[in-house]
Nanobody
Framework: QLQLVESGGGLVQPGGFLRLSCAAS????????IGWFRQAPGKEREGVSW????????KYADTVKGRFTISRDSGKNMVYLQMNSLKPEDTGVYYC???????????????WGQGTQVTISS
């Protein structure tokens, strides 16, 4: 069974940090760009960060630029999202997804995880 599994979410105070992980099972992430998306209650899903299949190209939403870092480890078949200086507006369910290089449209992403909750609150 092909699936992605996110982990690392939780409740942290503003200014804190979290590291999200995205693990693949049943297939290799090599050859896929990986995107992190999030959805807050009552809001549409939005793209947060993307990394190309080679890892050479990364992209961030303006709202997280300078605070989040995406990376991938092909040997472990994992992708990570380091989130620093967290703000209450970063709260939401975070999903990782595998899709084509250079494409940031979530509808073009083939595989999705179940999501991990991130809550930023004092």
């Amino acid at each position: 069974q092909l699936q992605l599994v996110e982990s690392g979410g939780g409740l942290v105070q503003p200014g804190g940090f979290l590291r999200l992980s995205c693990a693949a099972s049943g297939f290799t992430l090599d050859g896929y760009a990986i995107g992190w998306f999030r959805q807050a209650p009552g809001k549409e899903r939005e793209g947060v960060s993307w990394i190309s299949s080679s890892g050479a190209v990364t992209k961030y939403a303006d709202t997280v630029k300078g605070r989040f870092t995406i990376s991938r480890d092909s040997g472990k078949n994992m992708v990570y999202l380091q989130m620093n200086s967290l703000k209450p507006e970063d709260t939401g369910v975070y999903y990782c997804a595998a899709g084509p290089d250079g494409d940031y449209d979530p509808s073009d992403y083939d595989y999705w995880g179940q999501g991990t909750q991130v809550t930023i609150s004092s």
